[in-house]
């Protein structure tokens, strides 16, 4: 009989990837924290759908996918916002790929402004997109994961989720009820093999940054240098979270080592929050 103590299938026929066979679906998938997200998830084998506004964004960001990882990858535009464009996009991907067994709630935006300025209109917009966004998509692809009896949601939250701060209000508020959703469906969803977390970046290198650096230069009169370091100062570790932590965060949030971790809020901001 052949000697097969600590044998494991990557020795011989290369690194195991953990995801194969898996169908991730990715919302605002094509730059940023959802870009990285992708990557980490194609690198260990899961076959993806990219989902958001400018598909052409996804088509690119789909393109260098296939081509580094080998993976299948489609595309589907729709504003998370429009519960209507949601369920269709979703019918569409799983028309093409098959059903998803991953779903990350990653589109966002961020918009700040003063409380009293503030009006209804500006308050729906973000939670629209930052809240029942998330909401239309898990409720697309949750009968599946049932039947399936296995799945995971992860919701890209943020600090602004745990945590109080100015001018942020609505951000805020749909943050922390993203947070809220998230342990709610989690105990939902406890008896099966479905996980539900939330993970929560601090401030973190993508757009959404350079565009606050924008604001603050332009409505304060200060200089790039004095904005970034003001930001900065929020994080012990005095910098910027770079994307692909949230995508290494991710992949092992959809690994079988993960199994016991539900309704989480997984912070990775520098120890800038010890809740
Ligand atoms: P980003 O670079 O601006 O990317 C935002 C993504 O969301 C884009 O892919 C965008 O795609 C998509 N999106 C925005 N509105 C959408 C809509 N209505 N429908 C569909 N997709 C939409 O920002 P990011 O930093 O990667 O942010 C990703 C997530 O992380 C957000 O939820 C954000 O709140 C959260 N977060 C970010 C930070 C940070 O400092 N960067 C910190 C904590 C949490 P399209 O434009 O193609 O639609």
Redesign the pocket.
Known sequence: MPHTWGYSPGMIDGPVKSLAGKHAAI????????AAIAEALAEQGAKLSL????VQ??EATASRLREDFGVDVCCAG????DEAQVRQAFADIKARQGTVDILVN?????LSSPFLKSDAAFWKKIFD??LM?AVYAAQAVLPDMQKANWGRIVN?????GLTGMAYVTAYCAA?HGMVGFTRALAIELAKTGITVNAVC????D????ANSLDTITAKTGRSREEALANLLSHNPQGRLVQ?FEVGGTLAWLCSDAANSVTGQSIVLAGGELMP
Do not use: C, E, F, Q
């Open positions: 919302t605002g998938g094509g730059r940023g924290i959802g989902l958001g506004r400018n964004v996804l729709a504003d998370v916002g990653n589109a966002g935006i961020a997109v930052d966004g890209i939250a943020s600090t602004a943050k970046p601090g401030y973190t993508t757009d959404i940054v994307p």
